[in-house]
Nanobody, 126 residues
Framework: QVRLAESGGGLVQPGGSLRLSCAVS????????MGWFRQAPGKEREFVAS???????YYADSVKGRFTVSRDDGENTLYLQMNSMKPEGTAVYYC????????????????????WGQGTQVTVSS
């Protein structure tokens, strides 16, 4: 059974930083394609970033240059470092994984992923 558990959310001021963690059990993340998504109130879930098993990373234009996705294979944990945060970054953030090997463009679609965490709330406000 694959399980994902996000943590690290909270309240951060505009311009501040936050690091989210996604602890994975039941599957080695070094051989997994992983993604981060977020969903703001009243909006659809949107792609934030992804990391392929080979280490390649992809980002939404809205976060490129500010967010970094990384992983610790020993801890089997995926991270999302978020810098220069903006109020529009307020959302519930989810990590996800797929057992497949989709082409890179499909990693931006939530429907690609079979397993999801419960989400962690991030609020960007002064």
């Amino acid at each position: 059974q694959v399980r994902l558990a996000e943590s690290g959310g909270g309240l951060v001021q505009p311009g501040g930083s936050l690091r989210l963690s996604c602890a994975v059990s039941g599957r080695a993340i070094r051989s997994s394609n992983m993604g981060w998504f977020r969903q703001a109130p009243g909006k659809e879930r949107e792609f934030v970033a992804s990391r392929r098993s080979n280490g390649a990373t992809y980002y939404a234009d809205s976060v490129k240059g500010r967010f970094t996705v990384s992983r610790d294979d020993g801890e089997n944990t995926l991270y999302l470092q978020m810098n220069s945060m903006k109020p529009e970054g307020t959302a519930v953030y989810y990590c996800a994984t797929t057992v497949g090997s989709p082409i890179s463009s499909l990693l931006r679609l939530s429907s690609t992923y079979e397993y999801w965490g419960q989400g962690t709330q991030v609020t960007v406000s002064s």
